[in-house]
């Protein structure tokens, strides 16, 4: 008895005029899936995860009966993205998340935040600038997904600063550190799906997102005390945002991008500790915490500051290279590269090869979550032989309980980002993606301005800047192509539109509600801060257009 083998799979070459040999029919088409996601989110009210997987079964449809790919190759796509979504993207962010527990379930992170309460000379003002901007940004490197916002409006509040008040604080701190947040996986996320080096994208985003940095913590004495606040302590305001906008600058390009929010955040509160040791904030009496810290000594400080003393150290080490000495280049040799089984061979570039982005590649030892992970056992190690480690204690149970927390509380955020891939590489691999990008770049140069709306858009609807570059990266990069404009410029602003997005998402605005027990004032919310975030945003276009004309084209790398 013979067998007759499986036919093979039909080759596909994506076609950005695939439907009615027309790219406009192509392109509207294409936007259908973004559309029925948007729609799903904030029209219909369904969750995150139930939009996109409704998008993404519009995305194979689309696919399949408009662009007339496989499909075979449709759900191929798909798988290729849900593994991309769940490793590294999520892996990162997972990894990053436990770190920042081993700190919480130890005890030291109180001692952390007691460490940022305790500055500021009593100055209520001063205080919440520092909790907002600086604590705020270093959550939102490790933790990021809305605990910032949550737990800095509650140490705000402890403060005496009214509830409403505080939340909006905190959400237009959360502005800033976004890009770089949850070490920097936006990047790393738009690095993978365009090809684009992510450490070329950060160093543009490091010539963008610290303009906002330099600004936001006199804004942040705006929303606390007037014009008041900005007259008396404007000083300590600018030298804070100065020094954590060059740390953003400098770590972006020159360190690790993934710490840039790490490095930026304790460099800017120690520049502000500095500063208060030669300068007094003259303090109203209604201005005055409301909260007398208690003294920590020096040791606890130590402790409680090593974990990102620890991982600053890991990975700078991993980026080291001297003499015959290149670790990245070890840490490499483990590396994977898989074609795509039944896609790779079959999805097509326009020139016959076969498609580059049919291949699976995977970091293993030098990807951020593995430093991670081995960052938080040598915290878990420190921590276990600590001479206090009765009052603080950590063991291999706790952290391991506190990985398994990790996983089952983001569950539904895994499955969510994990969804949100596939739907991003049906879109890509079919055409969609670059038949849009390509019919959006008519308007030619101009595109550089409305550029970072995109990022604004996917950010203020689904609350994630790495969502929104996994559903707009390539398509900024296929419309700078086609539009003559530097891709990864675009591939940045998209990240850095997304950055300012993140203050008017629902998702933020709820959490922020919750976190100062108001429920029902996202509305109120939103109407305090919308404004804040149509005027950043439009600084932003204006300098990202600058960026792509030789006026300010030198500032980047």
């Known amino acids: 008895m013979t067998?007759?083998?499986?036919?093979?799979?039909?080759?596909?070459?994506?076609?950005?005029?695939?439907?009615?040999?027309?790219?406009?029919?192509?392109?509207?088409?294409?936007?259908?899936?973004?559309?029925?996601?948007?729609?799903?989110?904030?029209?219909?009210?369904?969750?995150?995860?139930?939009?996109?997987?409704?998008?993404?079964?519009?995305?194979?449809?689309?696919?399949v009966l408009g662009y007339g790919m496989p499909v075979q190759l449709g759900a191929l796509s798909a798988a290729q993205g849900l593994l991309f979504g769940l490793f590294p993207v999520m892996?990162?962010?997972?990894?990053?998340?436990?770190?920042?527990?081993?700190?919480?379930?130890?005890?030291?992170?109180?001692?952390?935040?007691?460490?940022?309460?305790?500055?500021?000379?009593?100055?209520?003002?001063?205080?919440?600038?520092?909790?907002?901007?600086?604590?705020?940004?270093?959550?939102?490197?490790?933790?990021?997904?809305?605990?910032?916002?949550?737990?800095?409006a509650a140490m705000l509040m402890a403060l005496g600063l009214p509830k409403l008040r505080a939340a909006v604080t905190v959400l237009v701190a959360n502005t800033a550190p976004v890009a770089f947040g949850a070490m920097a996986i936006p990047i790393t996320t738009a690095g993978n799906l365009t090809g684009i080096p992510a450490e070329e994208i950060a160093a543009v985003v490091g010539r963008q997102s610290p303009l906002l940095a330099l600004f936001v913590p006199v804004l942040l004495l705006f929303i606390v005390d007037g014009r008041r606040g900005v007259r008396q302590l404007w000083p300590i305001a600018l030298v804070t945002g100065a020094v954590f906008a060059v740390a953003q600058f400098w770590c972006s390009a020159h360190f690790a991008y993934e710490l840039t929010d790490v490095v930026a955040a304790l460099a800017g509160f120690a520049a502000a500790v500095l500063m208060l040791r030669f300068w007094a904030p003259r303090t109203p009496d209604d201005q005055r915490s409301q909260v007398e810290a208690e003294p920590l000594t020096t040791r606890q400080v130590v402790l409680a500051v090593l974990p990102y003393v620890l991982v600053i150290a890991i990975f700078g080490l991993a980026k080291l290279r001297v003499g015959a000495l290149d670790l990245p280049r070890l840490l490499g040799a483990l590396n994977v590269e898989v074609p795509w089984p039944g896609l790779y061979g079959n999805l097509l570039a326009p020139d016959g090869s076969p498609a580059g982005s049919a291949v699976y590649k995977a970091e293993i030892l030098g990807n951020p979550g593995?430093?991670?992970?081995?960052?938080?056992?040598?915290?878990?190690?420190?921590?276990?032989?600590?001479?206090?480690?009765?009052?603080?204690?950590?063991?291999?149970?706790?952290?391991?309980?506190?990985?398994?927390?990790?996983?089952?509380n983001?569950?539904?955020?895994?499955?969510?980002?994990?969804?949100?891939?596939?739907?991003?590489y049906v879109m890509n691999q079919s055409g969609q993606t670059v038949a849009i990008g390509t019919w959006l770049a008519a308007v030619g140069g101009v595109f550089a301005l409305l550029s970072p709306v995109l990022g604004w858009l996917?950010?203020?609807?689904?609350?994630?800047?790495?969502?929104?570059?996994?559903?707009f990266a390539t398509l900024q990069q296929t419309a700078g192509r086609s539009a003559g404009i530097d891709p990864t410029l675009l591939v940045a602003a998209n990240t850095s539109g997304?950055?300012?997005?993140?203050?008017?998402?629902?998702?933020?605005?709820?959490?922020?509600?919750?976190?100062?027990?108001?429920?029902?004032?996202?509305?109120?919310?939103l109407r305090k801060v919308a404004g804040y975030s149509v005027a950043l945003l439009a600084v932003l276009c204006v300098l990202v257009y600058l960026q792509s004309l030789p006026v300010l084209g030198w500032m980047l790398p």
Do not use: H
């Not at 259908?32 to 998008?55: C, D, E, H, N, T």
């Not at 991670?372 to 291999?396: C, E, K, N, Q």
């Not at 983001?410 to 969510?416: K, N, V």
């Not at 996917?458 to 559903?471: P, R």
């Open 3 to 63: 067998t007759t083998p499986p036919a093979a799979l039909a080759a596909y070459t994506p076609d950005v005029a695939a439907v009615g040999n027309s790219l406009t029919a192509s392109a509207l088409l294409g936007l259908v899936p973004l559309a029925a996601f948007f729609l799903l989110l904030m029209a219909a009210k369904r969750p995150a995860l139930q939009s996109a997987l409704g998008a993404l079964l519009t995305a194979l449809l689309v696919a």
């Open 91 to 152: 892996l990162i962010v997972v990894a990053a998340i436990w770190f920042y527990e081993l700190t919480v379930v130890s005890g030291r992170f109180e001692d952390l935040r007691r460490s940022f309460s305790a500055v500021g000379r009593a100055d209520l003002r001063v205080q919440a600038m520092l909790i907002a901007f600086c604590f705020g940004g270093l959550l939102e490197a490790l933790a990021g997904f809305g605990a910032p916002v949550a737990i800095t």
């Open 370 to 408: 593995t430093l991670l992970i081995v960052s938080g056992l040598l915290v878990m190690l420190v921590y276990g032989r600590a001479r206090d480690a009765d009052r603080y204690p950590m063991t291999a149970r706790m952290g391991l309980s506190a990985a398994i927390r990790t996983v089952t």
């Open 410 to 424: 983001m569950r539904t955020a895994i499955a969510t980002v994990a969804t949100v891939l596939s739907l991003s």
């Open 458 to 471: 996917g950010t203020a609807v689904t609350g994630s800047d790495t969502s929104a570059n996994a559903l």
């Open 498 to 525: 997304g950055v300012v997005g993140k203050l008017v998402s629902p998702q933020n605005l709820t959490i922020a509600a919750t976190a100062v027990e108001e429920p029902g004032s996202e509305r109120i919310l």
